[in-house]
Nanobody, 128 residues
Framework: QLQLVESGGGLVQPGGSLRLSCAAS????????IGWFRQAPGKEREEVSC????????YYADSVKGRFTISRDNAKNTVHLQMNKLKPEDTGVYYC?????????????????????WGQGTQVTVSS
């Protein structure tokens, strides 16, 4: 299993922005599929975005489409989740996860069960 570390969470007002980062120290993430998930108190975990390890194609949940952007920074061995126009319902613990197996030209979320390595999470709170 990879050791993944999320960072960049915090408290932000509605309409604000945050950029989350997912980093690994012992292996290159370039060819891993990466997913970002969130879990709010009392709610099920939700996959919000993923990026393919095969061709960097991306997919977003409808709830974040047009507001969140997932991207790789290969020089820093990091995957980012840029979150704009944040809403109170975006509040939760955000986790990144990695999988060695992801298709090209993804047209749906990579199944959560495909991810074998998970980070510890970073808290995002959107509140005025």
């Amino acid at each position: 299993q990879l050791q993944l570390v999320e960072s960049g969470g915090g408290l932000v007002q509605p309409g604000g922005s945050l950029r989350l980062s997912c980093a690994a120290s012992e292996i290159t993430l370039d060819y891993y599929g990466i997913g970002w998930f969130r879990q709010a108190p009392g709610k099920e975990r939700e996959e919000v975005s993923c990026i393919s390890g095969a061709d960097d194609s991306t997919y977003y949940a409808d709830s974040v489409k047009g507001r969140f952007t997932i991207s790789r920074d290969n020089a820093k061995n990091t995957v980012h989740l840029q979150m704009n126009k944040l809403k109170p319902e975006d509040t939760g613990v955000y986790y990144c996860a990695a999988t060695e197996f992801s298709p090209m030209a993804i047209a749906t979320m990579i199944p959560p069960t495909d991810f074998g390595s998970w980070g510890q999470g970073t808290q995002v709170t959107v509140s005025s």
